[in-house]
């Protein structure tokens, strides 16, 4: 700086910072490219139709009651659920229903549904 | 002897350090590629709309009427399954898409888990795809004579791989 010719110091400024301001460019063009990755990864791991598909089966199961009680269905299609969640969605899978009670002038019966993966928890109990 | 000259040399070598330290950074951060394949979206996707179509698939016409997917299961109807399905995740607004599926009906047979193949992959499979697992629980009443599940009330889980070739 000492004894240099000063001249077109603000050239040399304006370059430097245009510079700078082309890698910050490049740097958020190169990570708008993760956009959605964690979501994506998130939606993934998120057992969100397990969870469902549990509900329904276990909503057909309440539903065929009196039907599978009378063949004597009952304890195969719980363990249906339960075994094949187990083997084959790595889920702890327990559910059953209780006496029908007097909910708002009809007759519901309290459903519980418990469903473990080791990453998410689900606990659940409905009048149906 | 130290003296006080040569300061501002000094305090612009520190600043060039930093500046060419911080331009090496940048550089090589903005160097790394990430392919779309990594970030899952496409994967996301394709799981959402396999569980769309089974969940259509078990929809009945009318109410109280066998829907399409227990109906194949009942029948152990693999063609017609594997038509209606390809049918509904390959219909798009124009042309048509690309996917593939193979799908399986695990069973309990006492205290046996045992998968039985409804519909075998096609010729497009060679394992390295990067398939979905797409999964819908199926409760088949009591009907005697049933291969190979067996005759008493039960439920079954329908697995659906899934990939795009």
Same mark, same amino acid.
Request: with cysteine.
């Given at each position: 700086?000492?004894?240099?010719? +000063?001249?077109?110091?603000?050239?040399? $400024?304006? !370059?430097? $910072?245009?510079?700078? !301001?082309?890698?910050?460019?490049?740097?958020?063009?190169?990570?708008?490219?993760?956009? !959605?990755?964690?979501?994506?990864?998130?939606? $993934? +791991?998120?057992? *969100?139709?397990?969870?469902?598909?549990?509900?329904?089966?276990?909503?057909?199961?309440?539903?065929?009651?009196?039907?599978?009680?009378?063949?004597?269905?009952? +304890? !195969?299609? *719980?363990?249906?659920?339960?075994?094949?969640?187990?083997?084959? *969605?790595?889920?702890?899978?327990?559910?059953?229903?209780?006496?029908?009670?007097?909910?708002?002038?009809?007759? $519901?019966?309290?459903?519980?549904?418990?469903?473990?993966?080791?990453?998410?928890?689900?606990?659940?109990?409905?009048?149906? | 002897?130290?003296? =006080?000259?040569?300061?501002?040399?000094?305090?612009?070598?520190?600043?060039?350090?930093?500046?060419?330290?911080?331009?090496?950074?940048?550089?090589?951060?903005?160097?790394?590629?990430?392919?779309?394949?990594?970030?899952?979206?496409? =994967?996301?996707?394709l799981e959402q709309l396999g569980s769309d179509v089974l969940a259509m698939m078990d929809t009945?016409?009318?109410?109280?009427?066998?829907s399409a997917l227990k109906r194949f299961v009942?029948?152990?109807d693999g063609t017609g399954f594997n038509s209606m399905f390809l049918g509904y995740c390959n219909m798009?607004?124009?042309?048509a898409d690309d996917l593939h599926m193979s799908a399986s009906v695990?069973?309990?047979?006492? =205290?046996?888990?045992?998968?039985?193949q409804l519909v075998a992959p096609d010729?497009?499979?060679?394992?390295?795809?990067?398939a979905v697992r797409v999964t819908r629980?199926v409760?088949?009443?009591?009907?005697?004579?049933?291969?190979?599940?067996?005759?008493?009330?039960?439920?079954?889980?329908v697995e659906v791989l899934l990939w795009r070739a």
């Open positions: 700086m000492a004894c240099m010719n +000063e001249d077109g110091q603000w050239i040399v $400024l304006m !370059g430097l $910072l245009v510079a700078v !301001g082309l890698f910050f460019l490049a740097l958020i063009i190169n990570q708008s490219a993760l956009v !959605g990755q964690t979501t994506a990864e998130g939606v $993934l +791991e998120f057992p *969100k139709n397990d969870i469902r598909d549990l509900r329904t089966a276990v909503f057909d199961y309440v539903d065929n009651y009196g039907a599978l009680q009378t063949h004597g269905d009952l +304890e !195969g299609v *719980k363990d249906d659920i339960t075994m094949i969640s187990l083997e084959r *969605k790595n889920a702890v899978v327990h559910f059953g229903n209780g006496t029908p009670q007097d909910v708002s002038g009809r007759q $519901l019966s309290p459903v519980t549904i418990h469903y473990n993966n080791g990453v998410t928890e689900y606990d659940e109990t409905v009048y149906y | 002897m130290v003296n =006080d000259r040569g300061q501002l040399y000094t305090m612009e070598g520190v600043a060039a350090g930093i500046i060419m330290l911080l331009t090496a950074y940048i550089v090589i951060s903005t160097t790394s590629i990430y392919t779309p394949g990594d970030t899952h979206i496409p =994967d996301m996707q009945p016409d009318t109410y109280g009427t066998e009942n029948t152990n798009m607004t124009n042309g695990t069973y309990r047979d006492g =205290d046996a888990i045992i998968e039985h010729g497009s499979w060679t394992g390295r795809e990067s629980w409760q088949l009443d009591r009907q005697p004579g049933r291969d190979p599940y067996g005759a008493r009330a039960q439920a079954v889980l």
